[in-house]
């Protein structure tokens, strides 16, 4: 079964960059999907990219498109979520999610990580 550690969350001023990993053990690296979330004080987690096993389909939510670059390795089974020009609003806690299908349903994500803290300040 497949385990997640994310990383690379910290505190940034607006307008910065920071690079999240998402680090699996466990499973074969080439068979999972990579969703990752994120959920800010008193809103609902939502879905912010989306990378399918292969790397071949990626998803973008519309307030990260142009900002946000979603990668994998799959050797080292390492994906990463490269955050431009970040905002206050991008302030929440970002959590990458595995599953066996492709998508940006919460629900289609069985092994999520623990989540790191990403704070943009003003």
């Known amino acids: 079964q497949v385990q997640l550690v994310e990383s690379g969350g910290g505190l940034v001023q607006s307008g910065g960059s920071l690079t999240l990993s998402c680090k699996a053990s466990?499973?074969?690296?080439?068979?999972?999907?990579i969703g990752w979330f994120r959920q800010a004080p008193g809103k609902e987690r939502e879905v912010v990219v989306a990378v399918s096993s292969s790397g071949d389909n990626k998803y973008y939510s519309d307030f990260v498109k142009g900002r946000f670059t979603i990668s994998r390795d799959n050797v080292k089974k390492i994906v990463y979520l490269q955050m431009n020009s970040l905002t206050p609003e991008d302030t929440a806690v970002y959590y990458c999610?595995?599953?066996?299908?492709?998508?940006?349903?919460?629900?289609?994500?069985?092994?999520w990580g623990q989540g790191t803290q990403v704070t943009v300040s003003s």
């Open positions: 466990g499973g074969t690296a080439s068979t999972y999907n």
């Open positions: 999610a595995s599953g066996p299908r492709f998508g940006t349903i919460q629900s289609q994500y069985d092994t």
